[in-house]
């Protein structure tokens, strides 16, 4: 696996809530930071306070390996109710995108949290750079920790989500 190739990630949920409350589930920045993961706080940019194309977040992020270190992702796409996307980095060189999806089924619904490696530079890419022998296994491992990440935020929706039809 090549970082060249933008390779993607995305782990997938069935919750037993409907569409709605789903999406506002998914819509909150800071999820994740119930979960295990790397990011550890999310706040609103710029006066915005929701998911909207434009809207910027800051994200804290932590990890062993890195440090500590934060983001300033910018809302690309919304598809009210259904998708969201966030890319990280700038238009024109992202460092990665990451969404989330909400789709209906006849008892709740699924969703689908997935991210993909972007073509801009950042401390991974330099590493690779630095490593070039190593690519493959680089990525696959940096791949595992968004994909474990990305685990135990589905969990945790599940346990919301559980938690909002138990009243």
């Excluded at 920045?29 to 940019?45: H, M, S, V, Y």
């Excluded at 992702?73 to 259904?82: A, F, S």
């Excluded at 070039?132 to 968004?146: A, F, N, S």
Aim: proline share 7%.
């Amino acid at each position: 696996m090549r970082l060249r190739d933008t390779p993607t990630v995305e782990v997938t949920g069935t919750l037993p809530c409907g569409p709605e409350q789903a999406w506002t589930l998914v819509t909150d920045i800071e999820l994740p930071t119930g979960a295990e993961g790397e990011l550890q706080r999310a706040e609103w940019l710029d006066g915005a306070d929701g998911v909207a194309v434009g809207a910027r977040f800051r994200g804290y992020n932590h990890s062993p390996q890195m440090g500590e270190w934060h983001t300033e992702p910018e809302v690309v796409e919304v598809e009210d109710g259904r998708r969201w996307v966030w890319r990280v980095g700038p238009a024109e060189a992202p460092i990665a995108f990451w969404g989330f999806e909400v789709d209906p089924t006849a008892d709740g619904c699924v969703v689908r949290q997935w991210a993909k490696v972007g073509t801009g530079r950042s401390p991974f890419s330099d590493f690779i750079e630095q490593h070039p022998d190593r690519e493959g296994e680089i990525v696959t491992y940096r791949l595992g920790v968004w994909h474990d990440a990305m685990t135990a935020n589905v969990e945790r929706l599940e346990q919301l989500a559980a938690a909002l039809i138990r009243g």
